[in-house]
């Protein structure tokens, strides 16, 4: 588990990216993004560089 980005195209290529991961509290969340790259360094600094899976 962890994250995924279910997409493997260039990030300004990548519209609406769907993203899911598993919570710290083993809650499933996922979520679709215009920002992509934005949201992955948004998760990174909310669990100190690793997301969890």
Request: proline content about 11%.
């Amino acid at each position: 588990m962890g994250f995924v980005l279910q997409d493997e195209s260039a990030p300004a290529e990548l519209t609406a990216a769907p993203t899911a991961r598993t919570e710290p509290d083993g809650h499933p969340r996922a979520e679709r993004t215009d920002l992509p790259t934005r949201t992955l360094a948004a998760l990174r600094t909310r669990f100190d560089g690793e997301i969890p899976g």
